[in-house]
Protein backbone atom coordinates (compact mmCIF):
# COMPACT_ATOMS: atom_id res chain seq x y z
CA UNK A 1 0.00 0.00 0.00
CA UNK A 2 1.19 3.43 -0.58
CA UNK A 3 2.07 5.85 1.77
CA UNK A 4 -0.65 8.17 1.17
CA UNK A 5 -3.27 5.66 0.97
CA UNK A 6 -1.93 4.25 4.27
CA UNK A 7 -2.38 7.61 5.67
CA UNK A 8 -5.94 7.88 4.50
CA UNK A 9 -7.15 4.18 5.74
CA UNK A 10 -5.65 4.99 9.37
CA UNK A 11 -7.11 8.08 9.85
CA UNK A 12 -10.48 6.47 8.89
CA UNK A 13 -9.57 3.76 11.26
CA UNK A 14 -9.04 6.41 13.73
CA UNK A 15 -12.72 7.97 12.77
CA UNK A 16 -11.95 10.87 10.84
CA UNK A 17 -15.34 11.63 9.80
CA UNK A 18 -14.25 14.94 7.65
CA UNK A 19 -11.42 15.40 4.83
CA UNK A 20 -11.19 18.44 3.29
CA UNK A 21 -8.41 19.04 0.61
CA UNK A 22 -7.20 20.69 -2.38
CA UNK A 23 -4.64 18.82 -4.91
CA UNK A 24 -0.86 18.79 -4.80
CA UNK A 25 1.84 16.38 -5.56
CA UNK A 26 3.16 14.53 -3.80
CA UNK A 27 0.29 13.90 -1.64
CA UNK A 28 -2.75 13.43 -4.24
CA UNK A 29 -2.96 10.15 -3.45
CA UNK A 30 -4.22 10.69 0.08
CA UNK A 31 -7.17 12.92 -1.58
CA UNK A 32 -8.21 10.08 -3.92
CA UNK A 33 -8.23 7.44 -1.46
CA UNK A 34 -10.38 9.55 0.99
CA UNK A 35 -12.86 10.43 -2.09
CA UNK A 36 -13.08 6.90 -2.83
CA UNK A 37 -13.65 5.60 0.90
CA UNK A 38 -14.71 8.00 2.99
CA UNK A 39 -16.96 9.98 1.18
CA UNK A 40 -19.14 7.03 1.06
CA UNK A 41 -19.04 6.44 4.66
CA UNK A 42 -22.42 7.53 6.42
CA UNK A 43 -22.03 10.46 8.35
CA UNK A 44 -18.61 11.34 7.07
CA UNK A 45 -17.84 14.33 4.52
CA UNK A 46 -15.14 14.46 1.67
CA UNK A 47 -14.72 17.94 0.43
CA UNK A 48 -12.60 18.61 -2.47
CA UNK A 49 -11.73 22.42 -1.56
CA UNK A 50 -11.47 25.55 -3.95
CA UNK A 51 -8.15 26.06 -2.32
CA UNK A 52 -6.03 25.07 0.73
CA UNK A 53 -7.09 28.26 2.38
CA UNK A 54 -10.61 26.71 2.11
CA UNK A 55 -9.68 23.68 2.89
CA UNK A 56 -8.15 24.33 6.18
CA UNK A 57 -10.98 26.48 7.29
CA UNK A 58 -13.76 23.95 6.74
CA UNK A 59 -11.22 21.90 8.85
CA UNK A 60 -11.66 24.45 11.26
CA UNK A 61 -15.54 24.55 11.39
CA UNK A 62 -15.88 20.79 11.40
CA UNK A 63 -13.81 20.73 14.41
CA UNK A 64 -15.51 23.22 16.23
CA UNK A 65 -18.46 21.55 16.50
CA UNK A 66 -17.06 18.15 17.17
CA UNK A 67 -15.76 16.36 14.26
CA UNK A 68 -12.59 14.98 13.51
CA UNK A 69 -11.25 16.25 11.00
CA UNK A 70 -8.03 16.02 8.40
CA UNK A 71 -6.65 18.16 5.90
CA UNK A 72 -3.03 17.31 3.51
CA UNK A 73 -1.07 19.49 1.61
CA UNK A 74 2.67 19.64 0.51
CA UNK A 75 5.02 22.29 1.34
CA UNK A 76 3.70 25.52 -0.50
CA UNK A 77 -0.50 24.22 0.14
CA UNK A 78 0.80 24.50 4.00
CA UNK A 79 2.47 27.66 4.12
CA UNK A 80 -1.31 28.38 2.75
CA UNK A 81 -3.05 26.91 5.60
CA UNK A 82 -1.09 28.63 8.46
CA UNK A 83 -3.15 31.13 9.28
CA UNK A 84 -5.78 28.46 9.44
CA UNK A 85 -3.70 26.45 12.16
CA UNK A 86 -2.81 29.64 13.96
CA UNK A 87 -6.71 30.02 14.30
CA UNK A 88 -7.21 26.39 15.60
CA UNK A 89 -3.88 27.19 17.78
CA UNK A 90 -5.96 30.19 19.59
CA UNK A 91 -8.87 28.13 19.64
CA UNK A 92 -7.97 25.21 21.57
CA UNK A 93 -9.39 22.61 18.63
CA UNK A 94 -8.14 19.77 17.70
CA UNK A 95 -7.03 18.80 13.73
CA UNK A 96 -4.75 16.69 11.80
CA UNK A 97 -2.52 18.45 9.07
CA UNK A 98 -0.44 16.19 7.25
CA UNK A 99 2.73 17.60 5.29
CA UNK A 100 4.04 15.15 2.34
CA UNK A 101 6.62 18.11 2.34
CA UNK A 102 8.85 18.53 -1.14
CA UNK A 103 12.05 20.78 -1.72
CA UNK A 104 11.30 24.43 -1.40
CA UNK A 105 11.72 27.47 -1.05
CA UNK A 106 8.92 28.94 -3.52
CA UNK A 107 6.89 26.36 -5.47
CA UNK A 108 10.25 24.21 -5.03
CA UNK A 109 10.64 21.08 -6.70
CA UNK A 110 8.54 17.76 -6.38
CA UNK A 111 11.02 15.36 -4.99
CA UNK A 112 11.25 14.24 -0.77
CA UNK A 113 12.80 16.69 0.75
CA UNK A 114 12.55 18.03 4.38
CA UNK A 115 12.90 21.76 4.02
CA UNK A 116 9.67 22.20 6.30
CA UNK A 117 11.46 21.42 9.52
CA UNK A 118 11.44 25.03 11.02
CA UNK A 119 7.52 25.77 9.35
CA UNK A 120 6.60 22.64 11.43
CA UNK A 121 8.12 22.96 14.47
CA UNK A 122 7.96 26.66 15.27
CA UNK A 123 4.24 26.99 15.19
CA UNK A 124 4.35 27.86 11.48
CA UNK A 125 1.92 30.50 11.31
CA UNK A 126 1.43 33.90 13.63
CA UNK A 127 1.38 34.46 16.94
CA UNK A 128 2.96 32.39 20.24
CA UNK A 129 2.00 28.62 20.19
CA UNK A 130 2.99 25.03 19.31
CA UNK A 131 1.81 22.19 17.26
CA UNK A 132 2.59 19.05 18.01
CA UNK A 133 4.88 17.49 14.93
CA UNK A 134 5.14 13.73 13.84
CA UNK A 135 7.39 12.53 11.44
CA UNK A 136 7.06 8.78 10.41
CA UNK A 137 9.61 6.94 8.60
CA UNK A 138 8.08 3.76 7.21
CA UNK A 139 4.95 2.57 6.19
CA UNK A 140 4.13 1.50 9.32
CA UNK A 141 4.63 4.12 11.58
CA UNK A 142 2.72 6.03 9.09
CA UNK A 143 -0.37 4.20 10.02
CA UNK A 144 0.53 3.93 13.70
CA UNK A 145 1.50 7.44 14.01
CA UNK A 146 -1.93 8.87 11.81
CA UNK A 147 -3.60 6.89 14.47
CA UNK A 148 -1.63 8.47 17.56
CA UNK A 149 -2.41 12.15 15.77
CA UNK A 150 -5.69 12.02 16.37
CA UNK A 151 -5.87 10.95 19.90
CA UNK A 152 -3.04 13.34 20.47
CA UNK A 153 -5.44 16.09 18.84
CA UNK A 154 -8.30 15.25 21.09
CA UNK A 155 -6.26 14.68 24.09
CA UNK A 156 -4.80 17.84 24.40
CA UNK A 157 -7.06 19.99 22.04
CA UNK A 158 -4.25 21.18 19.49
CA UNK A 159 -3.52 20.62 16.19
CA UNK A 160 -1.25 18.12 15.04
CA UNK A 161 1.18 18.08 12.20
CA UNK A 162 2.36 15.19 10.41
CA UNK A 163 5.57 15.46 8.19
CA UNK A 164 6.11 13.56 5.93
CA UNK A 165 7.75 13.93 2.49
CA UNK A 166 7.04 12.72 -1.13
CA UNK A 167 9.16 9.71 -0.73
CA UNK A 168 7.30 8.17 2.59
CA UNK A 169 4.13 8.86 0.25
CA UNK A 170 4.77 7.31 -3.02
CA UNK A 171 6.55 4.58 -1.34
CA UNK A 172 4.90 0.93 -0.64
CA UNK A 173 5.75 -1.33 1.92
CA UNK A 174 3.54 -3.72 3.37
CA UNK A 175 1.61 -2.63 6.46
CA UNK A 176 -0.64 -3.69 9.57
CA UNK A 177 -4.00 -1.32 10.61
CA UNK A 178 -4.19 -2.36 14.40
CA UNK A 179 -7.77 -0.73 14.42
CA UNK A 180 -10.61 -1.07 13.32
CA UNK A 181 -12.75 1.73 12.54
CA UNK A 182 -14.60 3.11 15.93
CA UNK A 183 -18.38 2.71 15.62
CA UNK A 184 -19.24 5.59 17.51
CA UNK A 185 -16.71 8.66 19.09
CA UNK A 186 -17.55 10.18 22.30
CA UNK A 187 -18.46 13.74 21.65
CA UNK A 188 -16.09 16.81 22.85
CA UNK A 189 -16.86 19.06 26.06
CA UNK A 190 -16.19 21.90 24.04
CA UNK A 191 -18.57 21.09 20.74
CA UNK A 192 -20.77 23.84 19.44
CA UNK A 193 -23.60 21.49 19.21
CA UNK A 194 -26.53 23.72 19.90
CA UNK A 195 -26.98 25.61 23.48
CA UNK A 196 -30.52 24.43 24.29
CA UNK A 197 -30.96 24.15 27.93
CA UNK A 198 -27.44 25.50 28.66
CA UNK A 199 -25.66 28.61 29.19
CA UNK A 200 -24.43 29.10 25.34
CA UNK A 201 -19.97 28.71 24.86
CA UNK A 202 -18.09 31.05 22.70
CA UNK A 203 -15.30 30.11 20.99
CA UNK A 204 -12.70 33.24 20.00
CA UNK A 205 -9.61 33.83 18.44
CA UNK A 206 -9.80 37.99 19.27
CA UNK A 207 -9.19 39.11 23.01
CA UNK A 208 -9.70 42.66 23.48
CA UNK A 209 -7.74 42.99 26.91
CA UNK A 210 -4.04 41.98 26.76
CA UNK A 211 -4.78 40.64 30.24
CA UNK A 212 -7.12 38.32 29.24
CA UNK A 213 -5.19 37.29 26.26
CA UNK A 214 -2.34 36.60 28.46
CA UNK A 215 -3.75 34.03 30.30
CA UNK A 216 -4.97 32.04 27.79
CA UNK A 217 -1.21 32.15 26.17
CA UNK A 218 -0.09 30.96 29.50
CA UNK A 219 -2.78 28.25 29.87
CA UNK A 220 -1.36 27.00 26.39
CA UNK A 221 2.12 27.49 27.26
CA UNK A 222 1.31 24.99 30.37
CA UNK A 223 -0.33 22.22 28.16
CA UNK A 224 2.72 22.76 25.63
CA UNK A 225 5.34 21.71 29.22
CA UNK A 226 2.71 18.94 29.44
CA UNK A 227 3.14 17.51 26.44
CA UNK A 228 6.73 17.97 26.49
CA UNK A 229 6.87 15.43 29.91
CA UNK A 230 4.40 13.37 28.39
CA UNK A 231 4.53 12.75 24.88
CA UNK A 232 8.23 13.46 23.86
CA UNK A 233 8.91 10.46 21.40
CA UNK A 234 12.26 9.01 19.39
CA UNK A 235 13.83 5.81 18.73
CA UNK A 236 17.45 4.99 18.96
CA UNK A 237 19.69 2.26 17.19
CA UNK A 238 22.74 1.02 18.63
CA UNK A 239 23.75 4.38 20.72
CA UNK A 240 24.82 1.84 23.69
CA UNK A 241 28.24 1.74 22.73
CA UNK A 242 28.58 4.38 19.90
CA UNK A 243 31.32 7.21 19.36
CA UNK A 244 29.39 8.62 16.71
CA UNK A 245 25.59 9.24 16.70
CA UNK A 246 23.93 9.92 14.04
CA UNK A 247 20.51 12.43 14.09
CA UNK A 248 18.19 12.30 11.32
CA UNK A 249 14.02 11.69 11.10
CA UNK A 250 11.34 10.33 8.72
CA UNK A 251 12.84 8.93 5.63
CA UNK A 252 16.23 9.97 6.12
CA UNK A 253 16.69 8.24 9.46
CA UNK A 254 15.99 5.09 7.15
CA UNK A 255 18.77 6.21 4.62
CA UNK A 256 21.05 6.45 7.84
CA UNK A 257 20.26 3.33 9.29
CA UNK A 258 21.51 1.10 6.02
CA UNK A 259 24.90 3.76 6.39
CA UNK A 260 24.94 2.97 10.21
CA UNK A 261 24.68 -1.41 9.31
CA UNK A 262 27.47 -0.90 6.86
CA UNK A 263 29.73 1.35 9.21
CA UNK A 264 29.17 -1.28 11.71
CA UNK A 265 30.59 -3.97 10.06
CA UNK A 266 33.36 -2.00 9.06
CA UNK A 267 33.84 -1.81 12.65
CA UNK A 268 32.84 1.99 13.46
CA UNK A 269 31.02 2.23 16.56
CA UNK A 270 28.09 4.50 15.22
CA UNK A 271 24.45 4.63 16.63
CA UNK A 272 21.47 6.87 15.81
CA UNK A 273 18.70 9.04 17.56
CA UNK A 274 15.72 9.37 15.09
CA UNK A 275 13.11 11.73 17.19
CA UNK A 276 9.74 10.48 16.39
CA UNK A 277 7.75 13.77 17.67
CA UNK A 278 9.79 16.94 15.96
CA UNK A 279 7.86 18.90 18.79
CA UNK A 280 8.68 18.60 21.11
CA UNK A 281 11.90 17.61 20.49
CA UNK A 282 13.75 15.06 22.51
CA UNK A 283 16.37 17.21 24.05
CA UNK A 284 16.60 15.43 27.26
CA UNK A 285 17.69 12.34 25.65
CA UNK A 286 20.08 13.93 23.25
CA UNK A 287 21.40 15.26 26.46
CA UNK A 288 21.84 12.12 28.05
CA UNK A 289 23.68 10.79 25.43
CA UNK A 290 26.34 13.68 25.07
CA UNK A 291 27.52 12.14 28.57
CA UNK A 292 28.62 8.80 26.68
CA UNK A 293 28.86 10.36 23.13
CA UNK A 294 31.35 13.58 22.23
CA UNK A 295 30.06 13.46 18.16
CA UNK A 296 27.00 13.91 16.76
CA UNK A 297 26.43 14.06 13.10
CA UNK A 298 22.64 15.70 12.35
CA UNK A 299 22.04 14.17 8.52
CA UNK A 300 18.60 16.12 6.81
CA UNK A 301 17.27 16.55 3.52
CA UNK A 302 17.21 20.21 3.70
CA UNK A 303 20.32 22.96 4.60
CA UNK A 304 20.28 22.44 8.34
CA UNK A 305 16.95 23.19 9.95
CA UNK A 306 16.72 20.07 12.99
CA UNK A 307 20.59 20.75 13.82
CA UNK A 308 19.38 23.53 15.55
CA UNK A 309 17.53 21.75 17.90
CA UNK A 310 20.32 19.88 18.49
CA UNK A 311 22.67 21.99 19.54
CA UNK A 312 20.36 23.82 21.48
CA UNK A 313 20.02 20.75 23.72
CA UNK A 314 23.49 19.81 23.54
CA UNK A 315 24.52 23.55 25.34
CA UNK A 316 27.89 23.37 23.62
CA UNK A 317 28.56 19.67 25.66
CA UNK A 318 29.21 17.92 22.02
CA UNK A 319 30.61 18.38 18.34
CA UNK A 320 28.02 18.77 16.20
CA UNK A 321 28.74 18.14 12.27
CA UNK A 322 26.27 18.30 9.65
CA UNK A 323 25.65 16.80 6.26
CA UNK A 324 22.21 17.74 4.08
CA UNK A 325 20.50 17.05 0.27
CA UNK A 326 18.15 19.96 -0.44
CA UNK A 327 16.37 20.29 -3.04
CA UNK A 328 14.74 16.99 -3.41
CA UNK A 329 17.99 14.94 -4.24
CA UNK A 330 17.71 11.54 -2.08
CA UNK A 331 20.53 11.16 -0.61
CA UNK A 332 21.91 7.24 -0.86
CA UNK A 333 23.14 4.95 2.11
CA UNK A 334 26.94 4.43 0.29
CA UNK A 335 27.14 8.09 0.44
CA UNK A 336 25.98 9.34 4.23
CA UNK A 337 28.92 6.08 5.09
CA UNK A 338 30.93 8.24 3.29
CA UNK A 339 30.33 10.98 5.46
CA UNK A 340 30.62 8.92 8.45
CA UNK A 341 33.86 7.14 7.46
CA UNK A 342 35.31 10.88 7.22
CA UNK A 343 34.60 12.05 10.36
CA UNK A 344 34.96 9.11 11.86
CA UNK A 345 38.32 9.26 10.73
CA UNK A 346 39.14 12.92 11.23
CA UNK A 347 37.74 13.13 14.75
CA UNK A 348 39.99 10.02 15.09
CA UNK A 349 37.47 8.14 16.61
CA UNK A 350 39.22 4.65 15.54
CA UNK A 351 41.54 5.01 18.35
CA UNK A 352 39.51 4.58 20.96
CA UNK A 353 40.49 8.09 21.90
CA UNK B 1 20.13 -11.22 2.91
CA UNK B 2 18.98 -7.93 1.45
CA UNK B 3 18.57 -8.09 -2.40
CA UNK B 4 17.87 -4.69 -4.23
CA UNK B 5 16.38 -4.33 -7.95
CA UNK B 6 15.82 -1.51 -10.25
CA UNK B 7 13.13 -1.68 -12.90
CA UNK B 8 13.51 1.38 -15.48
CA UNK B 9 12.10 1.37 -19.80
CA UNK B 10 9.86 3.58 -21.07
CA UNK B 11 6.42 4.71 -19.04
CA UNK B 12 4.16 2.52 -20.54
CA UNK B 13 6.37 -0.04 -20.64
CA UNK B 14 5.07 -1.57 -17.21
CA UNK B 15 8.06 -1.59 -15.56
CA UNK B 16 6.56 -0.29 -12.14
CA UNK B 17 4.18 -3.48 -12.79
CA UNK B 18 7.12 -5.39 -12.87
CA UNK B 19 8.42 -3.92 -9.42
CA UNK B 20 5.02 -4.24 -7.82
CA UNK B 21 4.78 -7.61 -9.22
CA UNK B 22 8.13 -8.32 -7.52
CA UNK B 23 6.84 -6.64 -4.11
CA UNK B 24 3.61 -8.33 -4.21
CA UNK B 25 5.33 -11.96 -4.80
CA UNK B 26 7.91 -10.93 -1.49
CA UNK B 27 5.15 -10.08 0.49
CA UNK B 28 3.07 -13.56 -0.39
CA UNK B 29 6.41 -15.14 0.89
CA UNK B 30 6.46 -13.38 4.08
CA UNK B 31 9.63 -11.37 3.43
CA UNK B 32 10.20 -7.57 4.04
CA UNK B 33 9.55 -5.42 0.92
CA UNK B 34 9.91 -1.67 0.05
CA UNK B 35 8.85 -0.70 -3.72
CA UNK B 36 9.88 2.86 -4.44
CA UNK B 37 8.75 4.59 -7.30
CA UNK B 38 10.62 7.45 -9.55
CA UNK B 39 8.30 10.50 -9.01
CA UNK B 40 8.25 12.91 -11.29
CA UNK B 41 6.41 14.38 -13.82
CA UNK B 42 6.15 10.53 -15.55
CA UNK B 43 4.04 10.30 -19.03
CA UNK B 44 3.96 7.40 -21.42
CA UNK B 45 6.61 7.26 -23.47
CA UNK B 46 9.28 9.01 -20.43
CA UNK B 47 11.49 7.55 -18.52
CA UNK B 48 10.23 5.49 -15.54
CA UNK B 49 11.96 3.44 -12.74
CA UNK B 50 11.00 1.84 -9.70
CA UNK B 51 13.65 0.43 -6.54
CA UNK B 52 12.25 -3.07 -4.81
CA UNK B 53 14.22 -3.95 -1.84
CA UNK B 54 13.77 -7.69 -0.48
CA UNK B 55 14.94 -8.65 2.71
CA UNK B 56 14.59 -11.48 5.83
CA UNK B 57 15.24 -8.17 8.16
CA UNK B 58 13.77 -4.99 8.09
CA UNK B 59 15.12 -2.68 5.58
CA UNK B 60 16.96 0.68 6.79
CA UNK B 61 17.29 2.36 3.00
CA UNK B 62 14.56 1.68 0.14
CA UNK B 63 17.06 3.86 -1.68
CA UNK B 64 19.69 1.49 -3.81
CA UNK B 65 23.27 3.06 -4.25
CA UNK B 66 24.40 0.13 -5.76
CA UNK B 67 21.64 -2.43 -6.68
CA UNK B 68 22.04 -6.65 -7.36
CA UNK B 69 20.11 -6.68 -10.25
CA UNK B 70 18.82 -3.85 -13.22
CA UNK B 71 16.33 -4.33 -16.23
CA UNK B 72 16.74 -2.31 -18.82
CA UNK B 73 13.68 -1.92 -20.53
CA UNK B 74 14.61 0.62 -23.25
CA UNK B 75 18.04 2.35 -24.22
CA UNK B 76 18.32 5.63 -21.72
CA UNK B 77 17.86 3.00 -19.15
CA UNK B 78 20.22 0.66 -19.61
CA UNK B 79 22.68 4.07 -20.38
CA UNK B 80 21.57 5.94 -17.01
CA UNK B 81 21.70 2.66 -14.78
CA UNK B 82 24.97 0.33 -16.41
CA UNK B 83 27.30 1.96 -14.27
CA UNK B 84 25.25 1.46 -10.67
CA UNK B 85 24.73 -1.93 -10.54
CA UNK B 86 26.84 -4.00 -7.86
CA UNK B 87 30.02 -5.88 -9.12
CA UNK B 88 28.91 -9.34 -9.80
CA UNK B 89 25.11 -8.57 -10.23
CA UNK B 90 23.16 -9.10 -13.36
CA UNK B 91 21.71 -7.03 -16.05
CA UNK B 92 18.66 -8.05 -18.00
CA UNK B 93 18.80 -6.37 -21.13
CA UNK B 94 15.23 -6.01 -22.92
CA UNK B 95 17.79 -7.15 -26.48
CA UNK B 96 14.65 -6.20 -28.80
CA UNK B 97 15.01 -2.65 -28.29
CA UNK B 98 18.95 -2.17 -26.84
CA UNK B 99 21.72 -3.11 -29.37
CA UNK B 100 24.57 -0.63 -27.96
CA UNK B 101 27.50 -2.81 -26.74
CA UNK B 102 27.98 -2.85 -22.72
CA UNK B 103 30.96 -1.67 -21.23
CA UNK B 104 31.43 -3.25 -18.01
CA UNK B 105 32.90 -6.86 -17.56
CA UNK B 106 32.76 -7.43 -13.97
CA UNK B 107 28.44 -8.19 -14.11
CA UNK B 108 26.82 -10.97 -15.67
CA UNK B 109 24.54 -9.73 -18.30
CA UNK B 110 21.58 -11.40 -19.25
CA UNK B 111 20.07 -10.82 -23.11
CA UNK B 112 15.91 -11.41 -23.04
CA UNK B 113 14.49 -10.52 -26.36
CA UNK B 114 10.88 -9.51 -24.45
CA UNK B 115 9.23 -7.79 -27.28
CA UNK B 116 9.96 -10.29 -30.12
CA UNK B 117 8.84 -13.33 -27.81
CA UNK B 118 5.90 -11.32 -26.48
CA UNK B 119 4.19 -10.51 -30.25
CA UNK B 120 5.22 -14.25 -31.36
CA UNK B 121 2.89 -15.01 -28.28
CA UNK B 122 0.33 -12.37 -29.93
CA UNK B 123 0.35 -9.92 -26.90
CA UNK B 124 2.73 -7.17 -27.53
CA UNK B 125 1.90 -5.62 -23.96
CA UNK B 126 2.91 -8.63 -22.05
CA UNK B 127 7.01 -8.05 -23.12
CA UNK B 128 6.81 -6.89 -19.49
CA UNK B 129 5.99 -10.47 -18.16
CA UNK B 130 8.51 -11.85 -20.64
CA UNK B 131 11.05 -10.21 -18.90
CA UNK B 132 9.81 -10.63 -15.43
CA UNK B 133 9.95 -14.66 -16.12
CA UNK B 134 13.75 -14.45 -17.70
CA UNK B 135 13.94 -12.25 -14.03
CA UNK B 136 12.34 -14.82 -12.08
CA UNK B 137 14.55 -17.90 -12.98
CA UNK B 138 17.40 -16.44 -12.71
CA UNK B 139 17.09 -13.91 -9.29
CA UNK B 140 15.69 -16.46 -7.37
CA UNK B 141 13.88 -14.03 -5.35
CA UNK B 142 10.86 -15.16 -4.74
CA UNK B 143 9.65 -18.60 -6.34
CA UNK B 144 7.43 -18.33 -9.61
CA UNK B 145 4.57 -19.41 -8.32
CA UNK B 146 4.22 -16.63 -5.98
CA UNK B 147 4.63 -14.03 -9.07
CA UNK B 148 1.82 -15.95 -10.78
CA UNK B 149 -0.37 -15.32 -7.57
CA UNK B 150 0.80 -11.84 -6.83
CA UNK B 151 -0.31 -11.52 -10.59
CA UNK B 152 -3.75 -12.69 -10.09
CA UNK B 153 -4.05 -10.22 -7.19
CA UNK B 154 -2.75 -7.57 -9.56
CA UNK B 155 -5.58 -8.05 -12.21
CA UNK B 156 -8.04 -9.78 -9.70
CA UNK B 157 -11.16 -11.36 -11.67
CA UNK B 158 -9.96 -10.27 -15.53
CA UNK B 159 -9.03 -13.92 -15.94
CA UNK B 160 -8.10 -13.43 -19.92
CA UNK B 161 -5.54 -11.08 -18.76
CA UNK B 162 -4.19 -13.25 -16.34
CA UNK B 163 -4.01 -16.12 -18.67
CA UNK B 164 -2.20 -13.89 -21.12
CA UNK B 165 0.27 -12.67 -18.70
CA UNK B 166 0.92 -16.04 -17.34
CA UNK B 167 1.55 -17.42 -20.86
CA UNK B 168 4.22 -14.21 -21.35
CA UNK B 169 5.46 -14.94 -18.05
CA UNK B 170 6.16 -18.69 -18.41
CA UNK B 171 7.75 -17.86 -22.09
CA UNK B 172 10.55 -16.00 -19.98
CA UNK B 173 10.71 -18.37 -17.13
CA UNK B 174 11.73 -20.87 -19.60
CA UNK B 175 13.96 -19.30 -21.61
CA UNK B 176 16.67 -19.78 -19.26
Known sequence: ?353 | MLIKTIFAGFGGQGVMSMGLNLAQAAMLEGKNVTYLPSYGAEVRGGTANCTVAVSDEEIASPVASSPDFIIAMNQPSLVRFQNQIQSGGVLFINSSLIEAEISRGDIDIVRVPANSIAEKLGSPRSANMVMMGAFTKKSNIVSVSSVIEGLKSALKDKQKLIAINEKALMAGYDLL
Not at chain 1, 127 to 156: M, N, W
Not at chain 1, 222 to 238: C, D, P, S
Request: aromatic share 8%.
Open chain 1, 1 to 353: MSGNSTIGEAAIRAGCQCYFGYPITPQNELTEYMAAHLGRKKGCSFIQAESEIAAINMVYGASLVGARAMTSSSSPGISLKQEGISYLAACELPAVIVNMSRGGPGLGSISASQSDYFQATRGGGHGDYRTIVLAPSSGQELADLTHRAFDLADKYQIPVIILGDGMLGQMMEPVEFKHEAPEELPIRGNALRGAKGRPSRIIKTFTSKPTELEEINWSLFRRYQLIRKEETAFETFLVEDAKLIVVAFGIAARIAKGAIKNARTNGMRVGMLRPVTLWPFPSEKVKELAKRTRHFLVFEMNMGQMIEDVQLALEGKGEVSFYGRPGGVIPTPSEVLRVVSRLYHQKGLESGK
